[in-house]
């Protein structure tokens, strides 16, 4: 019996999240290039492993992190192309993403990793929810425009798309007219009915990605990032999966998210990593988990389920904070992973970042100890890190296509002036991880710690003049191998299986978007001659025709109220002169007219709130930020 623990944590379900995964995406991006792939076995290869492979491959037996040469064995005919360079499968995130953004009203749709997307569409089923005719559920429509009516597609609201958890779900039950179907209404019913729309709106989408962008999907629906994350996998490849209500133990009723979330080992929840996963096995099990040796990512032979964790004599909060907590974890850790084994994830689905909070490189090996080693990997990671700043910090400087700089992935010179960045990273970080020495045994313990190193970054990588392989030459025997001398004083003998190039620690520049962090002078004046031109009264002495003095002169007709046609169209042409816009679009000029919203502001914002150092959480103005960075840098 899946019981609820009185200790559980109080459940908000007034969301709605749908939660993509590509179906093998960096498969999936080689055979949309290639469309003559899909029907062959393949496999992606990085060093000597399968990455990843599409269904036809699995289906006649290979699989994730399968060596190469084992791949061949079991199937002859694979084809294998190499995937080492990921600027393919970032340029198709990008875009995938992109047009998942187009359909958000609240515009959080949040990217985690590559190939999976989280989309909070509550405003849209909220909307529409209050919309649906009870009495014809079947012929219903979904809004996909607030201000276009006719924007959206027709569907049945009577039942789920899709596969259901369980499978035997009931059909939900239409209220009376008097019943409101609100999201803070605590009904079953109500939020039943949320979650067909947003079924329904997951197959639309799901069907635009493979219809427009030639890729499939399998998707999760429920009301946090965890459940739907999890549900979805229900059902891969190319399905769908709605967790259905009760979400909440009550008489009679079991929670279907308890259910659910109970038959998951506890390393497989999300936010619950490796080593808090070993630590609650550890507990549960009062002994070491034995290990599989062959497994790569050092996962156990034995399976410790969430509802084991969550039954266990004594577990709660207070245990898991004992348990999980100390130095180096963050605050209340006890309590956010009781939340999750009771399926309970309040984080919230985050809006798109036009500037990302870091750009990190990293290569891993079987063994590196050399520093000539060393050197020739760090030109390579340097060299693509400083590529993948040029395409994710910067922009075009115009509005025009033909002043794009030349291709940012060769080392060509760019254009002066042709694009402009967008923030410039203030910290360079070198990590590296190298291997514990083996045991008397031959063994070798299994961590995954690394070592770090930050500095400031360079200015030179910022001229954009230059070509990227004279920067690269520059920051690694400027910056990169200095920092690498004081992570390894050692000449030798360190054995690192990964090292890590990061740029952290963003400042944006200013900027003419209003939800910028100043203003970009230098553009707002480039474009004062377009922007005002249709504002602009020029004074010119204009002598009178011919006809203009005959009309003067002509008398009137009738009363004082009557004018000749001649004269009306003459005054219309005078005003047409005057007044090119019209009568009805002419400005009067007054002190209380308001600017057009967003043309011409000048004002910047309030003054600086201050920023948060990432290393101890200190907050200080941004002047200080710098000066405050060296102090960490110092040595100990």
């Not at 060596?67 to 360079?85: N, Q, S």
């Not at 609650?280 to 399976?303: F, M, S, W």
């Not at 690269?472 to 000449?491: M, N, Q, S």
């Amino acid at each position: 019996m899946h019981c609820l623990d009185p200790k559980a944590p109080k459940r908000n379900d007034n969301r709605v999240i749908i939660h993509f995964d590509y179906d093998c995406f960096y498969a999936a991006v080689f055979e949309a290039e290639n469309p003559a792939l899909k029907s062959l076995p393949l496999a992606v290869q990085q060093k000597h492993i399968i990455v990843t492979c599409n269904y036809e491959a699995r289906r006649r037996g290979l699989y994730k992190l399968q060596l190469i040469k084992e791949a061949r064995k079991v199937c002859p005919d694979v084809v294998i192309v190499l995937g080492e360079d990921l600027t393919r499968f970032r340029d198709a995130s990008k875009a995938l993403h992109s047009f998942l953004r187009d359909f958000s009203w609240s515009k959080k749709v949040e990217r985690l990793g590559f190939d999976e997307v989280f989309m909070d569409v509550t405003d849209m089923i909220d909307y529409n929810v209050d919309l649906l005719n009870h009495n014809d559920l079947g012929g219903s429509f979904f809004h996909l425009n607030r201000n276009d009516p006719t924007i959206g597609f027709a569907y049945d609201a009577s039942s789920i798309f899709g596969h259901s958890y369980p499978a035997a779900s009931v059909r939900p039950m239409s209220p009376p007219p008097s019943t409101p179907t609100s999201p803070q209404s605590s009904e079953p019913d109500a939020l039943f009915m949320r979650l067909v729309l947003g079924s329904h709106l997951a197959q639309h989408l799901r069907h635009g990605l493979e219809e427009q962008m030639g890729y499939t999907s399998t998707v999760g629906i429920s009301t946090t990032k965890l459940v739907a994350k999890l549900v979805g996998n229900v059902n891969k490849p190319k399905g769908q999966t709605t967790l259905v209500p009760p979400y909440d133990s009550e008489e009679g009723s079991e929670s279907n998210v308890i259910k659910f979330i109970d038959a998951h080992d506890i390393g497989k929840i999300p936010g619950i990593g490796y080593k808090l996963a070993q630590k609650i096995r550890y507990h549960i099990l009062q002994r070491p988990p034995a290990y599989d040796a062959g497994l790569v990512y050092g996962g156990t032979k034995e399976n410790v389920l969430v509802e084991d964790v969550r039954l266990h004599p004594g577990m709660g909060p207070e245990l898991l904070e004992g348990l999980l907590g100390g130095a180096g974890s963050p605050k209340g850790i006890g309590a956010k992973v009781w939340g999750l084994i009771n399926g309970v994830d309040d984080i919230e689905v985050g809006r798109a970042r036009v500037v990302p909070r870091q750009i990190s490189i990293e290569d891993s090996y079987i063994r590196l100890d050399t520093i000539e080693e060393v050197k020739k990997e760090l030109q390579m990671l340097a060299g693509s890190l400083l590529r993948r700043m040029r395409t994710d910090l910067t922009e075009a400087d115009d509005e025009s296509d033909a002043l794009i700089a030349a291709d940012l992935n060769s080392n060509t010179k760019a254009l002066p002036g042709s694009r402009r960045w967008l923030a410039h990273p203030r910290t360079l970080r070198l990590s590296t991880r190298p291997r514990p020495p083996r045991n008397p045994d031959g063994s070798r313990a299994r961590l995954f710690n690394r070592i770090s190193r930050s500095g400031p970054m360079p200015n030179f990588v910022f001229n954009l003049t230059e070509s990227v392989q004279t920067h690269v030459d520059r920051l690694v025997g400027e910056a990169l191998i200095p920092t690498f001398r004081k992570l390894h004083p050692e000449r030798s003998g360190w054995d690192l299986s990964l090292v890590n190039v990061a740029v952290t620690n963003m400042a944006e520049t200013a900027t003419d978007e209003r939800d910028g962090t100043g203003r970009d002078i230098g553009r707002m004046f480039k474009r004062q001659e377009s922007v005002l031109k249709e504002w602009r009264i020029e004074d010119k002495d204009v002598p009178p025709s011919e006809d203009h003095e005959a009309l003067r002169r002509q008398p009137r007709a009738g009363s004082s109220l009557e004018v000749s046609d001649d004269w009306k169209e003459y005054k219309q042409a005078e005003d047409h002169v005057q007044h090119p816009e019209g009568s009805e679009d002419y400005i009067q000029p007054s002190q209380d007219s308001n600017r057009e919203e967003g043309l011409w502001d000048t004002e910047y914002r309030d003054a600086d709130s201050g920023e948060t150092c990432e290393t101890c959480g200190a907050i200080m103005p941004t002047f200080a930020m710098t000066a405050h960075q060296r102090y960490h840098m110092l040595p100990d």
